[in-house]
């Protein structure tokens, strides 16, 4: 039987040429321009050094820390927290989100105060014990424990979200012949490792592109090399030459992430929110108390110390300096959000159901793009498109749209596709058998049934776009700076109120859209 | 009921959305009727906003500005517009510093352009052949914590052991600070100014990730002093934090503070380059340097006759670094690798 093209299968089609010729080829454009050259062996020679070789040694060793730290602290923490009857379980769940969404340049410098001879807690503390901790900051104590701490609400999330799925039937079914910690260690754990997987990849990625912190803290990472190729040498080719180790690092990673999540997903999981089955606790007032202290520790002291600096801020000073800002944040997050769900959910839905070849494609290079540093994606934005026949997409919002296109689409593409895992085929081939077109099948029955995933996917999107400084800082129209970049503009000799308020509305305007989206699916599923 | 709730809250985000975003066209209708410049901008944006919209308040010309951040040492703006040099968007670049200006005078981004208004501006601080011009400058400044006894007076501080381990610098690989160690070697030679930073290391300075971070380290008192722009410098004394501003080596046949003047210029193939020359006019007028000076930057007008804050010193009574400029800026790729061992980079 001769199988055409269904149109279920052209639309993944097209929108993954649309994606490649739009997203990736200004990358491959720069790539190839900067490898044809006729100095690679002198670059090779120059940079191929040990002193390259240590800088990516540190970058390794940094996103390997973080992401043990912030795995095990998120998966712990999301197990407590999804999986107990502790009474403020959605305060804490949403406490350790904030750091997640601000830059994390902004919490080094809030950690620095904290710490600093003048700093709130040097009223409290004898110098000489705050000494050994600044010390330890200065370097990889504090890039690592920052990091870890603004990452840590990736994995907590994520393996809140998939422990929700996991049918309470299985776990009692468990019980019956073990304790707790036999059923969360055979049971629950190995169905909810494909998300820890994921976001410890999704982790590890953003610890490699991530300069400010440990510039901050002075610990050389093989990112601020690359920086500074930019900032110091203005060399484009020499900055992209030296992105490339990331990019195969990105295809070793994706290889692991594929091999690791496929092998652990013998059930058949799903995103909707019935109550997980609770585990008992003995003493939960004291782990609330114990909660409280690592919450003030990690977020409560800097998150303090913000709220105390926009206290002698006026609104009107606010609206003033971010009303425009905050218009455009949010006028990029959600189209590239919602464009983003849409290209994502598609891949995504053809990766799973291994529906097209192209899809596949899009979403491998997908990782390379997401583990680029962002920089390197907007200057092959602006090469390849900087040219008459494009001015009407160069300098306009549509660019920047693309270029988050071009970095985040593995956010929401990856969801979907392990959202997909949950739903069986069987579904919709039962579907299918009974006459039901492709497009009821996708209306009536994926759609509904992934919802949720499509939900957490736009979250994903919309959450990293607002927080996206160096895609935006390079190619937002004049005028059209976001919530991120503005803080980052006001940070040089801005008022310490102003810049604090500006954090906290850039806390407040991520935080929205969440608790909207956590209130829509409430008890669905009871 | 519920469900219905829900579904209105969605709907009202999808047309606030949708606002946003003809509210970006109604931006692009307006372009045609009135007449706009593009302009990049390195200076703090605090301090060049006002500044702008000034200019668009008397002239009635829009500006659309970019703006350079800290966090990206103006990797933004800078490899903006060496990107867009086939096809430039920009008519207007304001840098904080004239090394950058050189820069993009030798990568052929540029254009010459000698505005009437800098007639008045000392020589040395203008490129002979037009490609820029300086404005209101800042001043490389020590910023020392008031607790510190004995005061240093030198930049020669960092190498005095009674200051071991007091110092701190940004980052030489960025900024004013490259252009200054830049200057160093053109004014001393690469000899005694390589003996002066490995001296500097070894007398246990600190490196900060940028002036501002310095100043703060300094303002927290962990660190002892710095050299700092003058604009760092003077929002902190505002600030009321524990420090002195102190302009280093004055005394007779010492070596002068280095100066850092803002520089404008004009973008080649610029689309508007009329309006771009009304601009760099009014950048350069006395006006803007007055407004400059009793701005929290407080910058040094470099016209005679404008009238200064108390706290600021006029341009004449300073003993500055002689450097030429372009020889700094060519110094300053050079010793790039240097810099980078030097800083552990």
Known sequence: MRRGLSPLKAIILLLSLLWLAAAFLPLLWLTASSLFGDDVAAFLKSDATPRTMQLLAHSLWLALAVTVTSAAGGVGLALLLQKSRLLFRRFWLWLFVVPLLVPPYLWALGWADLLSPEGPLARWLPSSSLEPLRAWFSGFGGSWFVLSVVFLPIPMVVTALFLRSVPAALEEAGLLATGWRGVLGGITLPLVWPGILLSAVVVFLLVLGEPTVPQFFRYNVFITEILTRFAAFYDIRSAT???????????????????????????ALTFEGRETLPV????????????GGFALLTVGLPLAG???????????????????????????????ATLLTLFGFFIGYGVQRRLCGAGRVTEALSLFLFALPGSVVAISMILFYNRPSFAWLYGTAALVIVAYLAKYLLLPS???????????????EAARLAGASWRLRLVAIVVPLAKRGIAVGWLSAFLFIL?????????YPPGGDTLSVRLLTLMANGAPSLIAGVALLQIAVTALPAAFLSLLFRGEGR | MKKTFYAVIGAILVIVALLLMSRKGEKGREEGVRPSVTVYVSEDRVFSEPVLKAFEEETGIRVDAVYDTEEAKSTGVMNRLIAEKEHPKADVYWANEPIRAEILKQKGVTAPYVSPNAKGIPPRFRDPQGYWTGFSARARVLLVHRGLAPEPA????????????????????FGTTTSHIAALFTVWGDERAIAFMKAMKRNGTAISTGNGESADLVAMGAAGFSLVDSDDAVSRLRQKKPVKMLFPDQKEGELGCFIVPNTVMLIKGAPHPHLAKKLIDYLLSKKTEERLAFADCA???LHEGVKIPKELTPIDRLRTMKV???????KMLEIQPFLREWAGL
């Open chain 2, 299 to 301: 910058q040094i007008p």
């Open chain 1, 280 to 291: 008992p606790l003995r003493h939960p007032l004291l782990l609330e108390v114990a909660l």
């Open chain 1, 467 to 475: 927080r996206d400084t160096d895609v935006t800082m390079l190619l």
């Open chain 1, 241 to 267: 030459l030296l992105s490339l180790p990331l990019v195969l690092l990105a295809a070793l990673l994706l290889f692991l992430e594929y091999r690791g999540g496929r092998s652990h997903t013998p059930l």
């Open chain 1, 414 to 428: 990856r969801i979907t596709a392990l959202q997909m895992a949950a739903i069986p085929p069987s579904m919709e």
């Open chain 2, 324 to 330: 030429d400029y372009a020889r700094v800026a060519k």
């Open chain 1, 306 to 336: 913000l709220l105390a600096q926009a206290a002698s801020m006026r609104v009107g000073e606010l609206y003033a300096h971010a009303a425009d800002a905050l218009g455009n944040s949010l006028f990029y997050a959600f189209w590239g």
């Open chain 2, 154 to 173: 030198s930049i020669l501080a960092y190498t005095d052991p009674r200051f071991k381990g007091k110092g701190v610098i940004a980052n030489p690989l």
